[in-house]
């Protein structure tokens, strides 16, 4: 059972343009999110999260919203670059539930056309 | 070491071959995690470790798959008689907190390809 969804595992954009990656859960006990991004051959590296707490959260070029009602959560950057092609992958826990563990989604691999 | 430093980079195992796969956490980090993440897959949960103590194998597939951490800093994850579907990347993460909400810092990762 895949507890985090992304169902669309390849996205491509215009440079300049917004990216939108989708994610949806289907464990209402999750209360942190993550999204991570990975380049071939290194290991993913954290991006940005939001708690369940919140239905927004900002850092530079990158958003991620969060509808807790929808169990869905999406990652926006603004303006996209080249630089941005990567697999993205978002990851879900249920940290105030005493949990340590992510679950992550299958990736979606976003391609930046210059 | 300034990241997570995991060796070998690759490893190519004929089926029933034993392998040790190492992982260098970021120095301090209390938490250490392994992750398998099979082709076009996510990472999936294999074990946890707090220090020395694994307080979470749940995710090892099989009684062939070993994990130990006996000083609390480098950890070796290890498969018995390797299988075809053990062909994965083997990631490793540290934490400096039990429970993070800003998630880990992952190595590079071991590409383990069974023949």
């Known amino acids: 059972d895949q507890q985090v969804k992304q169902n669309s595992p390849s996205l491509s954009v215009q440079e300049g343009r917004i990216s939108i990656l989708n994610c949806d859960y289907t464990?209402?006990?999750?209360?942190?999110f993550l999204w991570y991004k990975k380049y071939p051959a290194e290991g993913p590296t954290f991006l940005i999260s939001i708690s369940s707490i919140k239905d927004k959260n900002e850092d530079g070029r990158f958003t991620v919203f969060l509808n807790k009602s929808a169990k869905h959560l999406s990652l926006h950057i603004v303006p996209s670059q080249p630089g941005d092609s990567a697999v993205y992958f978002c990851?879900?826990?249920?940290?105030?539930?005493?949990?340590?563990?992510?679950?992550f989604g299958t990736g979606t691999r976003l391609k930046v056309l210059a | 070491g300034a990241g997570v430093s995991q060796s070998p980079r690759y490893k190519v195992a004929k089926r029933g071959q034993d392998v040790a796969l190492r992982c260098d956490p970021i120095?301090?980090?209390?938490?250490l995690f392994w992750y398998q993440q099979a082709l076009g897959q996510g990472p999936e949960f294999l074990t946890y470790f707090q220090n020395e103590a694994q307080l979470d194998k749940s995710g090892l597939p099989s009684d062939r798959f070993f994990a130990e951490r006996p000083e609390g800093s480098v950890s070796t994850l290890k498969i018995q008689r390797t299988q075809q579907e053990d062909s994965a990347v083997y990631l490793c993460?540290?934490?400096?907190?039990?429970?993070?909400?800003?998630?880990?810092?992952f190595g590079s990762g071991t590409r383990l390809t069974v023949v």
């Open positions: 993460a540290s934490s400096p907190l039990r429970l993070s909400n800003y998630g880990y810092t």
């Open positions: 464990n209402s006990m999750f209360d942190y």
């Open positions: 120095s301090g980090h209390v938490s």
């Open positions: 990851a879900a826990s249920a940290l105030n539930s005493g949990t340590y563990k992510y679950i």
